[in-house]
């Protein structure tokens, strides 16, 4: 009996790269940085939180974003870098529901301490905006049987638009390959558990696409209905 049910379209595959600009804005001590972000632009967020994942460096495998790393480094304020560094962008459906949190966090820690926190002048926090360039690779991953072997041919850009950018750009902050896997109904949604449980925070892309090759290696993926 033939089904006359179609299987979901092909997955494409797409590489993407992270242009930065330079604002003019910098800071020098806590008061100032907690009056930028109230009103410095969405992008420039956006870069200081997600964008260390594209720089061929990984800054700080303890500080998962700009701020944090500059509140270790630059104001040597160890308690704010913890508290900057747990905030998690994923878990925001606006970025700016974590301005207000990125506010309150600086307010905080300014009511704590009996002096603000300074930088040295040649380590002032510079914001920079950034833009996120798409590419299409041409290549696609036609069924569910074909991620093992897709993976690991991902690159660093692909990654980060595939499962970082994905969780903010997507209404259900889920990644682009889980949604689609869930196109192909109940057999995959052990696949698309263990997938939304990846945090995309805990090191560097290389990292990240290795523990999604890992998950995906780990269970048994069919072709496809």
Not at 180 to 200: E, N, Y
Request: charged letters at 25%; one cysteine or more; aromatic letters at 8%.
């Amino acid at each position: 009996m033939v089904s006359n049910i179609h299987p979901p379209p092909p997955f494409h595959i797409v590489d993407c790269a992270l242009v930065t600009s330079v604002t003019g804005r910098s800071v020098q001590n806590l008061r100032e940085l907690r009056d930028a972000l109230l009103d410095v632009e969405i992008s420039s967020m956006y870069n200081h939180f997600w964008g260390g994942l594209l720089r061929p460096h990984f800054d700080d495998p303890e500080f998962h974003n700009d701020f944090a790393i500059w509140a270790r480094r630059g104001l040597h304020d160890r308690v704010l870098a913890e508290r900057l560094a747990a905030v998690d962008p994923a878990e925001y459906s606006e970025l700016e529901e974590m301005r207000d949190d990125l506010v309150d966090i600086c307010e905080d820690r300014l009511a704590e301490v009996d002096m603000v926190p300074w930088a040295p002048r040649d380590q002032q926090f510079h914001f920079q905006s950034a833009t996120v360039v798409v590419f299409n690779t041409g290549r696609v991953v036609a069924s569910p049987g074909q991620l093992a072997d897709a993976l690991p041919r991902f690159s660093r850009g692909s990654v980060f638009y595939h499962f970082v950018d994905a969780r903010r750009r997507n209404d259900d902050r889920c990644d682009d390959l889980s949604r689609w896997l869930a196109d192909f109904g109940s057999d995959h949604l052990d696949l698309v558990a263990r997938l939304g449980a990846v945090d995309p925070l805990q090191g560097s892309l290389h990292d990240l696409k290795r523990r999604v090759t890992e998950v995906v290696g780990a269970v048994a993926v069919g072709g496809g209905r």
